[in-house]
């Protein structure tokens, strides 16, 4: 059953109620951190890239389109924050992937209101991260066959107008898709098992990640949207993708 995409926008507030409960907020520091991390490097750099490059090609423009110089500095502007946020979140989600499984399983335990489990030892965490960050680079190369051509779109004429409504459904799947990865992850679901899930419900899922995209472009907040995204996609699976086919 297709469900409404503000359904699944609704699953990222469920994430930040469930991140401020005392049994998930310890889970959340070490994720916290890296995303705070991560984004301080992707502003100061970019902010550096972005200057450097408007002193070079500033004047080089011939003086009949100065006109056009505002409306065309807004949609680059948008399209390599949306380019580099994308790709950042995607790192961010590779460095911290281990600890966020072990809050996807703390959100799940609360709930399933389950007693607690045993406590993961730091030895099994390292022991697991190797085919961690292999589910990870899986989803990274997937992400770069479907990436490419997308982007192409942009330096197509015609085309290139709805180039970036395709990169924005583009990204909201592939953020949606990460996010899951974790819940899913922790029941032994591979990538393509992943999938085959999320396109059961579709449009429940692309709510989910339009609603992530979106946050993550908010200056200051979108420190918070990796475990919040994380909280949250742990709840659309226990409620609502848990139960499909496991077929790949």
Not at 93 to 122: H, K, M
Not at 136 to 156: C, D, E, N, R, S
Request: net charge neutral.
């Amino acid at each position: 059953m297709q469900l409404n995409p503000f359904n699944g926008a609704f699953y990222l507030a469920r994430g930040l109620k469930l991140v401020f409960r005392p049994s998930i907020r310890r889970y959340v520091m070490m994720p916290l951190v890296i995303n705070i991390a991560v984004f301080a490097l992707l502003i100061g750099a970019g902010a550096a890239w972005f200057n450097s490059f408007v002193s070079t090609l500033q004047p080089t423009l011939p003086g009949w389109l100065d006109w056009l110089v505002w409306p065309i500095w807004v949609v680059f502007i948008l399209a390599i924050l949306l380019v580099l946020f994308f790709t950042f979140s995607l790192f961010a989600n590779l460095v911290a992937a281990p600890f966020n499984g072990l809050l996807a399983e703390a959100v799940e335990r609360q709930l399933r209101g389950e007693d607690p489990l045993p406590e993961t030892s730091l030895w099994q965490l390292l022991r697991e991260t190797p085919a961690i960050l292999y589910s990870q680079l899986l989803k990274m190369g997937y992400t770069v066959l479907w990436a490419i051509p997308l982007l192409i779109l942009f330096v197509i004429p015609g085309i290139n107008i709805i180039a970036p409504f395709l990169w924005l459904a583009f990204g909201a799947w592939m953020l949606a898709l990460e996010y899951l990865d974790y819940p899913m992850g922790n029941h032994g679901l591979l990538f393509p098992q992943q999938r085959r899930r999320a396109r059961e419900q579709r449009w429940l899922v692309l709510g989910f990640g339009a609603a992530t995209t979106w946050v993550t472009m908010i200056p200051i907040i979108n420190f918070l949207v990796m475990p919040v995204a994380v909280a949250g996609a742990t709840a659309l699976w226990v409620e609502r993708l848990e139960t499909g086919s496991t077929e790949i």
